[in-house]
């Protein structure tokens, strides 16, 4: 089954985190961006690291997942390898965190 992406605003992400307890956020950024601040219930894997990491943060490729870093560049790139993955379900932060309007978990 082909990957389905959708982009993401500001809002749209919140109301979805919100709606949605089976949600499963990733953080792409390096692990010190995250410890600077992050989504709540976000788990970080830098995007280096993704594909090996990907099958134990959500082994089943149905679930929804959000996916975000700082910009939108390297939250683009992993979707990419999820794409490769046969995720089904891609949310995307696409213009990142850093201009976040909401409470960030440090």
Known sequence: ??????????????KLIESNPNL????????????EGHVS???NIAYEEL????E??????????L???RTGRRS???IDTMKEFEYENIYHLYEGISEWPYELIK
């Not at 089954?1 to 919140?14: C, E, F, G, V």
């Not at 499963?24 to 410890?35: A, C, G, P, T």
């Not at 594909?51 to 990907?54: K, N, S, T, V």
């Not at 134990?56 to 997942?65: A, E, G, I, N, Q």
Request: proline share 4%; with cysteine; aromatic share 12%.
């Open 67 to 69: 996916v975000y870093c």
């Open 41 to 43: 219930g976000a788990v």
């Open 24 to 35: 499963k956020i990733l953080d792409v950024r390096s692990y010190s961006e995250f410890k």
């Open 56 to 65: 134990d943060f959500s082994p089943d490729r149905k679930d929804p997942v």
């Open 1 to 14: 089954m082909a990957s389905k992406i959708i982009n993401l605003t500001y809002t749209q992400t919140k």
């Open 76 to 78: 683009h790139l992993a």
């Open 51 to 54: 594909e090996y990491d990907l």
